[in-house]
């Protein structure tokens, strides 16, 4: 495993709260992956991906199923070793800082990247304003006004006025799409630097995938957004860069394009982009 | 039968569509009583629309009354058929037998009599019904029996104004009105605080293993679960000689309640751990993940996310761990002992318990005696009947949201009654 040390630390980055102090909303963060592999139970699965999140911006994982995407975006907040099994190499800096480095620990690195699944989760046994408090009650932070943080959240996830009147019902009283955005507000709430999505469209109808993408438009200023998607539409509309992953038979996902996304779309270098993009496979 | 129970869900829809026409015509209906003013100044009375008429539904595959004649009728020629040979031809004698070749030949029958009228297939299927619904009819028949049977002896004879007040120190032989001056008071006690103590030791231990075994998963396990399950297997007299061998033999414990509540423990420990479990298991996996990607540590998400998930699932798992000790006999007889005076401190001497009360009284030889312990059996199956249903409450008493993501809730209780399956599913994982 090479770990990295980045240059300029802000601070010590052996220190846990290395990037702890400096988490504020507007202050989004940028992921720089270096030689990221994984391996599920000893099967190598995703190979040496060297990719950069640019902070501020929208970037879009793209690519056939099995070909490493989620597991690479899992990775990048530390849910990837979760999985019994699993394994990694590779450097991953949030802000310069390895957050597979000495002393960071797994659930302070989560808090600043968070994550947003395929399936809506919303915790069941808490009512929708508890759900968006929960990461912070998680971490035991009490926000100087839940009230405030609740509305802040929920509107941005472009949930606040569906819900204002009803923030003592159950999470799972709401519809599909409203559940994720839900899980949205949910995630930005604990003010990370970072979101990943995981597929957040794939079992919502037209109109709430619109809605989702809207929000993930309108957050992108204050935190740095990676998405995985199957839609290629999607990816053309919300992100500003894509990374194309392609498995091929009997070998482990590898980024075989990264770039700005109407350079992926349009004018890609290797063939099979062009290919996935235009619909010819996968 | 299956027809019965598909033909509520089936009109439902058309149903629906009904009662919502009806409602919708309803003031449109009485509109033409406030209306008459209007009439008289010469306006057109508005026309009252028709209620929407909806064509009768029916239900193509509903079970006929040829098919009930066929029931009907194969049942009462077997009757016939069967008394024949078997009082007149062979003069053999017996009730259970006469009724076993009465359905064996009404089974036959059936068969005979669908094949001919309607089809072969039709009739095999048609026996097959009947055997799963006879065989259904006969458990339902057999808890009605036991149910009714104690009733039937118990409540005739039961003194109400002394049974909840009384022990059984005042108990003359001689005494006509003896079941006046005895009462189970002490059984009640011993039992209520024997259980409470059981609950309040083992439930922890259980809803904790059961966290060890799903959620830390951690060294061992696997020995662990198995170990659980050998263990709610293990004879409940086994769990009594065991607290008497290490706690009362080497008098570190007396004969006392407490002693009769670490026995309940030993039983109760592995069937609540296994029905947590089971419930923990259906909290979806992706409300953990959810936890964790918030940056919650392990306890977090297990104490703030995954308990209060599956907290009635608990609560039920709880209460049926109840009613699973409550009635245990075998583990109090050498640790409570049995008393048959009042004793409300459960760590000093011998106390009562209800099973107790039944199993040493309903062999006695006088009448007063058994009637008692009949009593004693009405007053368990009714603590037991009241758990379950508060059970059954806890287990529906669900936020509507939640039926989102636990589907299968309504099956859960019909998953804890039958507990074959969760052992072949629990060993298969």
Aim: glycine share 8%; net charge neutral.
């Amino acid at each position: 495993m090479t770990t990295t040390l980045p240059p300029a630390a802000p601070m010590d980055p052996g220190h846990p709260a290395a990037y702890a102090g400096t988490s504020t909303l507007g202050d989004p963060g940028q992921i720089d992956a270096e030689g990221v592999c994984a391996w599920f139970s000893g099967r190598l699965v995703l190979e040496t991906v060297n990719l950069t999140m640019e902070k501020s911006k929208v970037t879009a994982l793209i690519g056939p199923s099995g070909c490493g995407k989620s597991t690479f975006l899992r990775i990048l907040n530390r849910m990837h070793e979760v999985v019994p099994g699993a394994q990694l190499a590779g450097s991953v800096r949030l802000d310069g800082v390895d957050i597979y480095g000495p002393g960071q620990r797994a659930m302070e690195t989560r808090r600043h990247i968070g994550m947003v699944f395929q399936k809506p989760n919303p915790f069941p046994a808490m009512t929708i304003a508890e759900n968006v408090l929960a990461g912070l009650k998680f971490s035991r932070i009490s926000p100087a006004s839940k009230d405030d943080l609740i509305e802040e959240s929920l509107s941005k996830a472009g949930l606040w006025n569906e819900v204002k009147d009803r923030l003592g019902e159950l999470g799972g009283a709401l519809s599909g799409g409203q559940q994720q955005r839900l899980c949205i507000a949910r995630s930005l709430a604990v003010k990370p630097r970072v979101l990943l999505m995981d597929e957040p469209c794939s079992a919502l109808d037209p109109t709430s995938t619109l809605r989702i993408e809207q929000t993930i438009k309108e957050i992108a200023d204050e935190v740095t957004v990676v998405i995985v998607t199957h839609n290629m539409q999607q990816a053309q509309r919300v992100s500003d860069y894509c990374a194309f992953f392609l498995a091929e038979e009997n070998q482990p996902g590898r980024v075989i394009e990264a770039g700005r996304t109407e350079m992926i779309f349009g004018e890609p270098t290797d063939q099979r982009t062009f290919d996935y993009v235009n619909g010819q496979f996968g | 039968m299956t027809p019965d129970g598909t033909t509520q869900t089936a009109p439902k829809g058309v149903l629906v569509t009904t009662t919502s026409a009806s409602t919708q015509s309803a003031p449109l209906r009485d509109q033409p009583a406030v209306v008459p003013p209007a009439t008289a100044e010469g306006m057109l009375p508005p026309t009252p629309p028709r209620p929407r008429r909806l064509p009768t539904p029916i239900r193509p595959s509903a079970f006929g009354a040829q098919d009930v004649a066929i029931l009907v009728g194969a049942a009462l020629s077997a009757l016939c058929l069967v008394w024949i040979v078997f009082y007149q031809l062979t003069s053999l004698s017996g009730g259970l037998g006469f009724l076993i070749c009465w359905y064996l030949a009404f089974l036959g029958l059936t068969w005979f009599g669908t094949a001919q009228i309607i089809e072969r297939q039709v009739a095999t299927d048609r026996v097959v019904a009947v055997v799963v619904v006879s065989a259904a009819l006969l458990v339902v028949g057999i808890v009605i029996f036991i149910v009714g049977w104690v009733t039937y002896k118990a409540v005739p004879t039961i003194h109400w104004g002394s049974l909840f007040t009384k022990d059984q120190k005042n108990f003359e032989v001689a005494d006509p009105n003896a079941l006046a001056h005895v009462g189970i008071l002490h059984a009640i006690i011993g039992t209520i605080e024997q259980v409470l103590i059981a609950v309040a030791i083992g439930v922890p231990f259980a809803i904790a293993t059961a966290i060890y075994l799903n959620e830390v998963r951690g060294f061992g396990s696997r020995t662990v679960r198995t170990v659980v399950t050998a263990m709610s297997g293990t004879p409940s007299v086994v769990a009594g000689i065991f607290i008497y061998s290490m706690l009362i033999l080497t008098h570190v414990l007396n004969y006392s309640g407490f002693a009769a509540s670490l026995a309940l423990v030993v039983i109760l420990l592995p069937s609540v751990t296994r029905v947590v479990e089971e419930v923990l298991r259906v909290v979806p996996s992706g409300l953990r993940e959810a936890s964790q990607a918030l940056g919650a540590p392990e306890w977090r998400t297990v104490w703030s996310v995954v308990l209060p998930t599956a907290r009635s699932g608990v609560v039920t798992a709880v209460l049926l761990g109840i009613a699973r000790i409550v009635g245990e006999t075998a583990p109090l007889l050498f640790t409570a002992f049995g008393s048959q005076v009042k004793n409300w401190n459960p760590f000093l001497h011998d106390q009562g318990a209800l099973p107790l009360v039944i199993w040493s009284d309903v062999r006695q030889a006088q009448p007063v005696l058994i009637d008692l312990a009949f009593q004693a059996a009405f007053v368990l199956m009714a603590l037991v009947l009241i758990l379950f249903v508060l059970a059954r409450i806890f287990s529906r008493a669900k936020g509507k949201g939640r039926a989102k993501t636990r589907p299968d809730e309504d099956d859960f209780l019909a998953r804890v009654f039958i507990p074959i399956p969760i052992e072949e599913r629990e060993e298969s994982t």
